[in-house]
Nanobody, 116 residues
Framework: QVQLVESGGGLVQAGGSLRLSCAASGLTFNNYAMNWFRQAPGKEREFVALINMNGGYTYYANSVKGRFTISRDNAKNTAYLQMSSLKPEDTAVYYC?????????WGQGTQVTVSS
């Protein structure tokens, strides 16, 4: 059974930084790309960032490009999202995601709140 567990969220002032982690189990981690999404209150879940299997390719939503960095440690079965220069509009629940055999798996999410 694939399981994803996010951690690292919290309350931070605008301009601050946080690092989110996503620990994966139940899959051969280095065979799959990993994604981060977020969902703000009253809004649809939106894509944030993607990293390929070996970490050699990354892709970001325009809204976070230049401020967020996605990475992974395949030895630890963990993906990360380093968030810097945070803005109040980054406030959301952040989810990691992996697609395995055409099925999408999600973690429980971690809350990030950015105060102005």
């Amino acid at each position: 059974q694939v399981q994803l567990v996010e951690s690292g969220g919290g309350l931070v002032q605008a301009g601050g930084s946080l690092r989110l982690s996503c620990a994966a189990s139940g899959l051969t981690f280095n065979n799959y790309a990993m994604n981060w999404f977020r969902q703000a209150p009253g809004k649809e879940r939106e894509f944030v960032a993607l990293i390929n299997m070996n970490g050699g390719y990354t892709y970001y939503a325009n809204s976070v490009k230049g401020r967020f960095t996605i990475s992974r440690d395949n030895a630890k079965n963990t993906a990360y999202l380093q968030m810097s220069s945070l803005k109040p509009e980054d406030t959301a629940v952040y989810y990691c995601n992996v697609n395995v055999q055409d099925r999408a798996y999600w973690g429980q999410g971690t809350q990030v709140t950015v105060s102005s």
